[in-house]
């Protein structure tokens, strides 16, 4: 387990350590979907949001 | 005289609602509905209230020649394809957001990229409450936002009357139902996760506040929920006036703009269960309700409308304006009042 | 011509209903309409949707003379007032059960006693499907209940081809919405206590049997549950029947029976989401909707029908009805088609 | 003891009510989630109620080695991957219909074909007021289908007593909610189409018929309805016994059975807003409600039961079970007895 | 240890509530129901999820002697009761806005005359967000408001963190379900009535806004909507501060405040269905969803947050103050998290 | 507390000591309005049913 910090709150998030770049998870905080922007050591971005997705 | 009208988007929400109101209309027939997914099926397996039309929907590719052309496509189709239902019919009525600003200016400030920029300054917005007297002999003609629409109904008055010039503080906090999403639904929209939501669904930045500034001149601060209804949308403004208002300047100012226009409803208190505006009493119908009222602790204004997103936000607006811009009687085809008692519409 | 009709008990659910019928009817002009709770009030104030109409309620002590007069009171009322009814009007309408039974005994069996039981056997009931041809001229219009009509629709078609002759077990189970209660609501009946349910309401013994059995010669075995929704009535009856039927020849026997009534619609698989009837699909209309599914394994039929309990179920019937009494066409007034999409009306 | 548990399917519905059951039972750990499409993502994002639990979802092909395996995945899934589950878990509980039929021959007459056809006969049924004496122990459990329970729920105690006995008439009428379709829906479960509906929408033939048959030996007229509620399968049986039979009879034989039951209501008539069953009294819990009422005039019984589908129609179901088939007290985790006032949960 | 308690008003909405969490509360004991309408009749005869609970409501003028009594009756009641209240028991729990504000000006400003004033200074305010500290031993406790709840919820981490100190301008506009309104519903409550509205019950002077400028000194500008909805409120504040704010920062202000509080969760913004406060999703729990924006173009913030107007805005708050008062588990008894998926609870 | 039996359904009631005749209760088991017809002994009958109080 790594650590890296949720670019959205601030919050620490703890990572898996098979991560991979540019996949996406969220913050157990905020819930902000985070682009794995690099690995070692991660650094974790807000990832595009798709806004569509969402209804109405 | 009867005018043959083309739905293209007949498959859709907006298209139904289109073609269920062509098929009431006196002066109306519907020549041609267009959906690419149902292509050679009956209309009716689409929209059961439509079961008695004896037609079947056709593909967009091959439009027929007719009078009036309604477009009811997601934004960007239109004007892709402006040319072509310009060539199709004399009158063309689109109901999404392709031709509603006036620049390419505004346009690009909210939207991605116009490629037929050259039209939004002959488009002429739908609304007649607005624009009744640009609209005969339109040839292009853009309904309005559903919110939008609710919001400029509601505060249009206040301009009218001098009470408001632009430079107040607003608030419009929005409630809407389902429909407003359109028939190709996704996980947030089903039954399961949509039920008894009161989600804030466009927090903040709702590209309709750029039809609001454009005809009011007004920046609002502006926020959308979606609540458990599948039509209507009700818009309530919170609106600080520079100097002080009673209720009674109120009334005079929306009985001066409102009185005598077929469509607008004022409920500004009054006894009864239904004391200000409601979506569900406007519901299936044209109509728009307004309401008031005046908070002097704080200073404020609040301003409530109601309306069916489906009707006067958007397909009953687009036949109101077709009726004016084509000199028909401007209630044909409009004249339901809606319904009581009536659950969740 | 314009005929003149008053609603006796204008302020209810149904009497609503009617007024608004009748306000958007070609024919008729609403000369009065009686409440005691609401003498003097505008009838905008209780129905919303009808702002426009410029009508205050009056007392039913001071009935106006008028062509025809309906009457949407409780059970009991008009039995007591039929006389004055028929003084003020050539045709009565009455949508209670007063007199949809033909005998005293008849009566007796279902309800509690009848002091005017000489109109029984004069009476014609007012579903033109079933009565059609004893309407024209008559004094006495009795329109049927919400949940015997939806049933008898359902299953005449079978009675009329041989499918069925009486002696077959039949199971009704329906589902109702809220403003099947009137206007005068009960704990049982707020939005907290009633939202949601799937209240078996009337498990047993409903008084609609005996208009069943009345039409049918069928004896059944009757469920009906409240479900949320607050327009609507859906039978579903399984059938029996004697010896094994094809979907087949239940198309022909329910396009027999209604393929030219101008208010049936028949549903019956397809594809679509709307396969079945559907009381949301009906809602605020005069249609009724019928289908029919064969299940060999258990030597059954099962029918489901969909009416708008307020409509088919009770004010449209009465003005399908008086359109047919009095000569007029027989969709007059009667137009609205439906709403597509519609949550839950 | 803590035991650990594992649930094959978290990000559905039956999967999140699982999720929720085993995090607040005392003896259970969950150690892991699988979702494909949600892979890495909190339970939480899916689960908005879940938001305090620490866990991410993981592919279901890497299982961790755990107690108990729950398997919340659609028809088909569990019987290829059954070794699999076995070789994580030594009891593994499946919610699907894959291992509740008894042999091979009636899973093809309902289903399609089944690949690990040697565990049917080792299954064991998982409702408890069936099958409590053959839990204990077992090491592959088939949680029940919801249609199907609440109507052998409904049932049982009219075996149990003699009052049935297999050869009577009996019509099922299900009106059930749409979590029910699980958490994929098409666009006939969006918000705007399924809202509001009384939808046929099993007219004949469902599957849970063969389970009804397996365990009570009779054949019933099945027909299913969506109505518009989320949670909540609400069964009416209509039953032609032999011989006649009494309101206290009927008491008598339901105290039999179900007083000493933990999750079982008797509720049939009495006074107040609930005297019969209702699923949103029942909505979020594992109680099951039963009641009934006698129709001499047709000799008919009715009986109603109703339960929530996520819960005593399958993950409540699993988790008794699985409380039983491990020695744990009956009812731990599973004491929420539901709210009221509720809208239509 | 177990503790005695008693609910006065214990038919009503709140009342069932709190028996509900009482009846589940590991330390907790229910010793007396109150009722005057439904004296001497079974708790689970109205509160149907309650049928377990063997006990029957009694007389309000005889009251058993308890440790603590939670009162849940309509305004004016406790006020007029409080010294009996007092003598059955050592800690007074008061849903009603009896004794909620500090002195009698402030009362009489809102209200209209206390008759036990005296209290009002010796009363905690049961909100353990903000009254933390005050409430171990206290021997009277007022529930707060829902709405206000909702609102100061909302707002307090900016004071907190001095984003706010009071002089902005702030907009609330709130939306809440039927059960806010009690029991004994009117006419305008009825289901056929109140089903599927955005009903703006209060537009301005809701008497909410008294504990929000008692608690926050601020002064907000208030328009509460009902919905259709039973449970939940949700309120949206819509907050110009004097100097911009990013998202960071009230990232950081709101983790600050309630990172460590049990029944407070944060959502604003992210993926998946639910991304701001949600009632239905904290509906028959204690917790608390709070979210936020920023909306530059306006200079604005829009906080959301969403709760069950009968758990953290009433029962529950009473039932954490309780905990907290007595120095129990603060969580204890209220650990239900919700459901997912949910209809319109 | 004195013993009776529900007529609707023969669960056993718990009685309160002070009940008079006349008054209705209702049953814990099935919910039924039992009617006190007489106290010593206690003797309940169903109490007359009021349909009409409930919906529709
Ligand atoms: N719903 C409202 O309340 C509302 C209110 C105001 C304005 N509007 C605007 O009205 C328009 C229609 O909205 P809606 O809600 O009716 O949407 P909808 O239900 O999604 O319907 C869209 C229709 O357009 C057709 N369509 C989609 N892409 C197309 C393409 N490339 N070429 C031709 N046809 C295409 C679809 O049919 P096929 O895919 O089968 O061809 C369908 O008939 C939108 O611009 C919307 O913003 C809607
Ligand atoms: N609702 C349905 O779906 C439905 C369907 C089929 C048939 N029906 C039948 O239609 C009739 C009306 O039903 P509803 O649902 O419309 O009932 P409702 O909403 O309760 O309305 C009853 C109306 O009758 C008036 N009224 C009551 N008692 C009266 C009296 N003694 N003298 C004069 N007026 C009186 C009431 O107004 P005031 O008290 O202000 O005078 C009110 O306008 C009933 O017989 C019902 O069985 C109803
Ligand atoms: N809903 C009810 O009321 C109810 C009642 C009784 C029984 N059941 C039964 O319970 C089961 C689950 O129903 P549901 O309503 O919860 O369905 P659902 O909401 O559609 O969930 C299905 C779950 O299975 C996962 N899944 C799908 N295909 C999979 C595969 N090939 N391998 C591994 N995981 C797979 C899905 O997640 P990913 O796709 O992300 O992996 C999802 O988590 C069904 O068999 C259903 O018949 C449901
Ligand atoms: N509902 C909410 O969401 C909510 C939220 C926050 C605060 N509150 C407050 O909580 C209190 C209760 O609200 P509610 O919604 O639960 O009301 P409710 O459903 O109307 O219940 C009121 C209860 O008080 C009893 N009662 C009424 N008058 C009484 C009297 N004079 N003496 C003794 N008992 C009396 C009633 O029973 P009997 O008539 O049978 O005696 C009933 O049990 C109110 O003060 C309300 O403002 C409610
Ligand atoms: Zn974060
Ligand atoms: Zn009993």
Redesign the interface.
């Known amino acids: 387990m790594t650590e890296a910090e949720c670019a959205e709150c601030g919050a620490t998030l703890d990572l898996a350590d098979d991560l991979e770049t540019g996949e996406i998870i969220d913050c157990g905080t905020c819930g902000a979907e985070l682009e794995v922007i690099d690995v070692n050591p991660p650094v974790l971005d807000r990832a595009p949001e798709l806004e569509e997705?969402?209804?109405? | 005289m009867t005018l043959s009208a083309a739905v293209v988007g007949g498959s859709g929400?907006t298209g139904?609602e289109l073609l269920?109101l062509l098929?009431?209309h006196p002066e109306f027939e519907v020549a041609q509905a267009t959906s690419r997914q149902y292509d050679r099926?009956t209309v009716g397996?689409?929209?059961?209230?439509?079961?008695?039309l004896d037609l079947r929907f056709s593909s967009p590719e091959d439009l027929d020649s007719v009078d009036v052309l309604f477009a009811a496509t997601p934004h960007g189709v239109s004007m892709e394809h402006i040319d072509t239902f310009q060539d199709a019919a004399d009158t063309v009525v689109d109901l999404s957001a392709d031709f509603r600003l006036q620049s390419e200016e505004q346009y690009d400030e909210w939207y991605d990229g116009h490629v037929a920029a050259e039209y939004l300054e002959k488009s002429v917005y739908a609304l007649p409450e607005l624009t009744r007297d640009e609209l005969p002999g339109a040839d292009l003609i853009a309904a309005g936002g559903c919110n939008a629409t609710a919001t400029i109904l509601g505060l249009k008055p206040l301009f009218d009357a001098g009470i408001m010039n632009g430079d107040e503080?607003v608030?419009v906090?929005v409630?809407?139902?389902?429909?407003?999403?359109g028939?190709s639904?996704?996980?947030?929209?089903?039954?399961?996760?949509?039920?008894?939501?009161?989600?804030?669904?466009?927090?903040?930045?709702h590209r309709h506040e750029a039809e609001i500034e454009q005809f009011l001149g007004l920046?609002?601060?502006f926020?959308?929920?979606?609540?458990?209804?599948?039509?209507?949308a009700?818009a309530?403004c919170?609106v600080?006036p520079s100097s002080p208002v009673t209720k009674g300047d109120l009334w005079g100012a929306y009985r001066e703009s409102y009185e005598d226009e077929p469509f607008m409803?004022m409920?500004a208190g009054?006894?009864?269960?239904?004391?200000?505006?409601?979506?569900?009493?406007v519901?299936?119908?044209n109509y728009g309700e307004v309401?008031f009222?005046?908070?002097p602790?704080?200073k404020?204004l609040?301003v409530?409308s109601?309306i069916d997103n489906m009707m006067k936000g958007s397909a009953g607006q687009a036949v109101h304006a077709a009726n004016v811009a084509l000199g028909l009687d401007e209630t044909a085809g409009l004249?339901?009042?809606?319904?009581?008692?009536?659950?969740?519409?």
């Open positions: 997705d969402w209804g109405e | 929400f139904g269920r098929a009431g099926k397996s689409v929209h059961p209230n439509l079961r008695e503080q608030v906090d409630k809407v139902g389902s429909s407003e999403g028939a639904a996704g996980k947030a929209s089903s039954h399961a996760e949509r039920s008894g939501v009161v989600r804030p669904y466009a927090p903040t930045g920046s609002v601060s926020t959308v929920h979606a609540v458990d209804m599948v039509r209507g009700s309530t919170h600080f409803r409920v009054g006894g009864g269960v239904y004391r200000y505006p409601e979506p569900k009493a519901a299936g119908t309401g009222e005046v908070d602790a704080n404020r609040v409530f109601a004249e339901f009042s809606g319904l009581h008692p009536v659950g969740t519409p």
